[in-house]
């Protein structure tokens, strides 16, 4: 079982940007693939960007492509999305999810086991 707990999260003027952090602990952080979802008011929950094992593999939804970075540090057990250029489309809770592999295997909800508790992004036009 992993236990993820997000921070970072905050209002910002759209252009401006934010850096997510989620810490995790319990399994071996190096052992899974992680990724990042939000669910905004009134929509589903969406993915947003994941990251393999070691970082050296990522993959992003094409609403974020070019303005956030995923990243990793196994060291530190924490997981990070560096957010730029953020628009008032990009208002949502964003969660941390802990894959079940540590490759990635899909973008699906049910590919990710574990889940933090969301922090509130939201970007003020």
């Known amino acids: 079982q992993v236990q993820l707990i997000e921070s970072g999260g905050g209002l910002v003027q759209a252009g401006g940007s934010l850096r997510l952090s989620c810490a995790a602990s319990g399994r071996t952080f190096s052992t899974y693939a992680m990724a990042w979802f939000r669910q905004a008011p009134g929509k589903e929950r969406e993915f947003v960007t994941a990251?393999?094992?070691?970082?050296?593999?990522?993959y992003y939804s094409d609403s974020v492509k070019g303005r956030f970075t995923i990243s990793r540090d196994n060291a530190k057990n924490t997981l990070y999305l560096q957010m730029n250029s953020l628009k008032p489309d990009d208002t949502a809770v964003y969660y941390c999810a802990a894959a079940r592999r540590p490759q990635l295997t899909g973008t699906n909800e049910r590919d990710f086991g574990s889940w933090g508790q969301g922090t509130q992004v939201t970007v003020s036009s």
């Open positions: 990251i393999n094992w070691s970082g050296g593999s990522t």
